[in-house]
Nanobody
Framework: QVQLVESGGGLVQAGGSLRLSCAAS????????MGWFRQAPGKEREFVAV????????SYADSVKGRFTISRDNAKNTVYLQLNSLKPEDTAVYYC???????????????????WGQGTQVTVSS
């Protein structure tokens, strides 16, 4: 069982930065691949990034590649998402999720994840 709590969202101007955190409970955090998704009003949940349980591999959606960075600290049971060069179209609720599925190419799909956080709102003003 894994419980996830996101934090770090907020209101930022276009071009600004935020760092999202996702704190996980449970001793098995280091065995889970961790993903970030986002959902804007009226839209489907969208894959953003994923990181392998070891931190040795990552993958990003094309829309955020080069601007966002996913990382993790297994000693702190936390996964991060650094958001740089933010755009108004990045506005959404951001969710972290945990999965033991593999390979990472499967983990762009929400149904591959068994555990989800409650989300944190990111709003980017123009």
């Amino acid at each position: 069982q894994v419980q996830l709590v996101e934090s770090g969202g907020g209101l930022v101007q276009a071009g600004g930065s935020l760092r999202l955190s996702c704190a996980a409970s449970g001793r098995t955090f280091s065995s889970y691949n961790m993903g970030w998704f986002r959902q804007a009003p009226g839209k489907e949940r969208e894959f953003v990034a994923v990181i392998k349980w070891s931190g040795s591999s990552t993958s990003y959606a094309d829309s955020v590649k080069g601007r966002f960075t996913i990382s993790r600290d297994n000693a702190k049971n936390t996964v991060y998402l650094q958001l740089n060069s933010l755009k108004p179209e990045d506005t959404a609720v951001y969710y972290c999720a945990a999965s033991q599925a593999y390979p990472l190419t499967r983990l762009t799909r929400p149904y591959e994840y068994g555990y989800w956080g409650q989300g944190t709102q990111v709003t980017v003003s123009s």
